[in-house]
């Protein structure tokens, strides 16, 4: 008999069907898998691990939506959408920015930034939108069966997330932590009441480490049993106590919040002691200050910055914003000169060259679009304020006292007033001696008023505060009487603890005056119990303590 043809062996064989069916599964898995989210293990640096180890599938992600922008390849406008995405609250784009920088694919290699990595987690950690129930609930049996994935991918989520951030924060050093800590800070600040109310529920006992609730599964995990912490580095990363989670609740109510007002009246009645606090804290509150004038641009080996998305669209940030023009524009130009992006100032914008504008966007992780925007000028002056500028000082504080391209502050006003002063700004100083040192008398001395108005005025060609402003800003850092300094120390997160009633800040950037050096050198400290104005009400400004730069100030390096 002659040999049945090979093909129709394998029609009549099983095997065919099958090697078929597995054909078409492999190229389901390699289309859908990426949406399917089935990466439970650790991860390539290592993973989770430990405690926080345990079976599950992570949340399917979709692609990255990114617009075409020629200025920057495709990695980098996904990590600009991201951090896009990462500051207004989404909380997959916090997970995926932190292990971008954690450099977990070789792609990311170079995105590698540890301490970026370690914020990002921390941030989708203390989203609600992470532990919320969200997934609907059918009851069988007397028991309750959860019908979708979501919430327990949710969870899987959070779980790696404690486990990768406990390794991160286990190999830092304290400052290291301290940047971590404060750029936390600084971004929830910028949410507006939702995220003083998330400050105040991570600072609260009674919540989970992130501000969960108590009875939160990864919340339980992390703490561990009494004295035997699962994540300890993790829970050192925010010290719990009442006054810091007092002080939150106090900013969201200003805010004018009415669920913030609810939060504090209810954090009032939770022990007896906390309504103790209220004039401790009210006094705090008018001298807070976010721990960055915007958000630290250090760039990793990918020269990507991180760049600054805070949302600040409200009426009262454009108005602010809108008014911009009102600044002469040469205080730009000694802002872009001090930084050395331009030989020296100039008084019209048309005189800076388009690719002395694009360096300036470069160094923010802005677009090189060549042209400057409004918050592009602000943070020109920010950037050489931060840097050791007494000019760009100077002129910050009016902006402030004045709502100027930024929304009007007294406290950040006072603080650059200060600042400037201790930079050796004679226009700053004179208004420290001559008018905010009179403490409350002062408000009445129009004639002192008027000389420090008319004192700025001749340094910033014409762009001054206004006497009512500059009265204001007096009665906003003087409610609270005389701060107190009890001991050596620079900015610390925990100064109501490490006894504090308002720690000073550093007595200089250690910078020269002439311009920056290469690092671009420190911001003033500031933050929770900072006080840049320690010696309001006293005109010896020699009594002040002196500083340890290596160990106490915080900047953009």
């Known amino acids: 008999m002659f040999d049945e043809p090979e093909a129709a062996r394998s029609r009549r064989s099983p095997r065919g069907p099958l090697i078929r069916g ?36 992570t949340c399917p992600r979709p692609a990255i939506p990114v617009a075409s922008s020629p200025q920057f390849n495709v990695q980098q406008q996904e990590i600009h959408a991201l951090r896009r995405a990462g500051f207004r609250g989404d909380f997959f784009a916090q997970l995926e920015l932190a292990r971008r920088y954690e450099g977990q694919k070789v792609a990311d290699r170079n995105l590698e930034d540890p301490i970026e990595s370690a914020v990002w987690y921390a941030m989708a950690l203390a989203n609600a939108s992470g532990y919320t129930p969200i997934a609907a609930y059918q009851t069988s049996g007397g028991s309750k069966k959860d019908e979708g994935r979501y919430d327990d991918c949710r969870r899987v989520e959070r779980r790696n997330a404690y486990g990768t951030l406990e390794r991160l924060l286990g190999q830092m050093s304290s400052e290291e932590q301290s940047k971590v800590r404060d750029r936390v800070i600084y971004i929830l600040a910028g949410e507006g009441a939702e ?63 009415v669920g913030a007002y609810v939060m504090l009246k209810d954090f009032e009645k939770s022990k007896p ?25 250090d760039a990793p080996p990918s020269g990507v910055p991180h760049s600054d998305e805070t949302d600040w669209a409200d009426d009262v940030s454009d108005q602010a914003l809108s008014r911009i023009g009102e600044l002469p524009f040469q205080h730009v130009a000694e802002a872009l000169a001090y930084l050395h992006i331009i030989p020296k100032s100039v008084s019209k914008e048309s005189s800076v060259a388009p690719n002395d504008v694009q360096t300036l966007q470069a160094m ?14 602000v943070r020109a002056i920010q950037y050489a304020a931060v840097n050791g500028s007494p000019k760009a000082q100077l002129v910050l504080a009016v902006m402030y006292s004045e709502g100027v391209g930024v929304p009007r502050d007294y406290a950040k006003a006072f603080r650059w007033y200060s600042e400037a002063d201790r930079q050796g700004s004679a226009e700053a100083k004179y208004a420290m001696s001559t008018f905010f040192s009179l403490g409350m008398a002062g408000i009445a001395d129009q004639d002192k008023a008027r000389a420090v108005v008319y004192q ?21 850092v003087s409610r609270g009487g005389r701060p107190r300094y009890r001991g050596a120390g620079g900015y610390g997160y925990g100064g109501p603890q490490q006894g504090y009633d308002y720690p000073p800040a550093p007595s200089s950037y250690g910078q020269p005056q002439q311009g920056p050096p290469a690092d671009y050198g420190q911001a003033p400290q500031s933050g929770e119990g900072s006080d840049e104005g320690s010696a309001a009400g006293d005109t010896s400004r020699s009594a002040d303590p002196p500083r340890d730069s290596s160990t106490g100030e915080r900047g953009y390096r």
């Open 456 to 476: 700025i005025d001749g340094a910033l060609a014409g762009f001054k505060p206004s006497v009512t402003r500059l009265q204001q800003v007096l009665a906003q």
């Open 195 to 257: 995220g003083y109310r998330t400050l105040a529920r991570i600072h609260d006992g009674f919540f989970g480490p992130f501000g969960e609730p108590p009875d939160n599964k990864e919340a339980k995990l992390a703490l561990g049993r009494p004295g035997y912490p699962a994540a300890p580095a993790v829970l050192n990363l925010f010290p719990r106590n009442d006054v810091d989670a007092y002080l939150y609740n106090y900013l969201a109510v200003q805010t004018g919040d």
């Open 364 to 377: 923010l992780g802005r677009e090189t679009t060549g042209r400057l925007t409004p918050i592009e000028k």
């Open 22 to 57: 597995l054909s078409i599964a492999t190229l389901s898995l390699v289309f859908l898998g990426p949406l399917l989210g089935c990466d439970s293990g650790p991860g390539p640096n290592g993973g989770p691990g430990g405690v926080f180890a345990g079976p599950g599938a």
């Open 273 to 297: 002691e906390r309504a103790g606090y209220s004039q401790f804290v009210e006094a705090k509150a008018k001298r807070w200050t976010p721990p960055y004038e915007f958000y630290p641009p």
